[in-house]
């Protein structure tokens, strides 16, 4: 590559105009040529219009609103995709402050996996709340999972680079997820599926700044076992598609993993935070199943 390849940064949103404020004055300040990146920014049906009021970075940036009626986070960034102008897209959500060398670091990537997903790195950047600390630290230990355990990597959506080309091609994310909650899952399993391959760059930061209560905590949970329940029944037809039981040494180690890990504050509390957020995944998998 002799030169840097052009980004398109999607960003789904849906009526939360002050954090898309911060996301985008995070943008506003990425190190990286003006002329090599866009920002696409789609608005999933806010029911007011204030998310416009959040574009103030356009003079610093290039943003596009595009709006179109709520679907989901699935099929509006499909929608951004669609608009995009660039080489790659670099998927992030409207709660996420990518660091200023992040595109570079993707870049850098892309030099000898173009074809590839590049998954980056998220930071809670919420430590003092407990529930946003869990649900990180669930991410984390699925990600080393599928790495100890050689099974189809896995990369979060709000930090995800993928050629534009090859993800049109490909079919972007699935419209049958509704909700923020598989759609991630499940490309990631189709694009294996077509024989592409996926490349993790922990130096692609981001960090995640979604604050959560005891409530909320259990929703987004609870939401998370609807999206695994739609995310299993999509592939139990499929021939040669192991649905094989996650094994129970998972669910140990997951209870354990804040245990093990170096800085974590009240570890015993992130623990059974954990175990809660297990709980709240089967209800959602078992209230999906039932209706």
């Given at each position: ?61 290039d943003v596009r609103l595009l709006r179109q ?202 623990s059974a935070l954990l175990s809660l957020a297990?709980?709240?995944?089967v209800a959602g998998y078992w209230h999906e199943?039932?209706?």
């Amino acid at each position: 590559m002799t030169a840097l390849p052009t980004f398109s940064i999607v960003i789904p949103t849906y009526n939360r105009p002050d954090r898309l404020v911060t996301c985008l004055q995070a943008l506003a300040a990425l190190d990286y040529p003006r002329d090599r990146l866009e920002v696409i920014v789609v608005d999933d049906g806010s029911p007011t219009p204030a998310v416009s009021q959040s574009l103030g970075a356009r003079d610093a940036i290039d943003v596009r609103l595009l709006r179109q009626p709520h679907a989901g986070p699935a099929t509006a960034r499909n929608t951004g995709a669609a608009q995009a102008g660039g080489d790659y897209l670099a998927f992030t959500d409207d709660d996420c402050k990518p660091d200023a060398d992040w595109l570079r670091a993707l870049a850098a990537r892309f030099v000898s996996a173009g074809d590839h997903v590049i998954g980056g790195r998220t930071v809670n950047a919420l430590p003092d709340n407990p529930y946003s600390s869990a649900t990180q630290l669930l991410i984390d230990y699925l990600y080393e999972w599928h790495t100890a355990n050689r099974a189809a990597a896995f990369f979060a959506s709000n930090n995800l680079a993928v050629p534009a080309e090859l993800f049109r091609a490909r079919g972007g994310f699935h419209p049958g997820f509704p909700l923020a909650a598989g759609e991630d899952r499940e490309f990631c399993r189709r694009w294996a599926r077509s024989g592409g391959q996926m490349t993790y760059a922990p130096e692609a930061v981001v960090r995640h700044a979604h604050p959560l209560t005891l409530q909320s905590f259990w929703r987004q949970h609870f939401t998370y076992g609807r999206g695994a329940f739609h995310f299993h029944r999509l592939y139990a037809g499929f021939p040669n598609e192991q649905q094989d039981p996650t094994p129970l040494t998972f669910y140990l180690k997951l209870a354990t993993f804040p245990l093990s890990r170096r800085g974590i504050r009240r570890r015993l509390s992130q623990s059974a935070l954990l175990s809660l957020a297990q709980a709240a995944t089967v209800a959602g998998y078992w209230h999906e199943r039932l209706r």
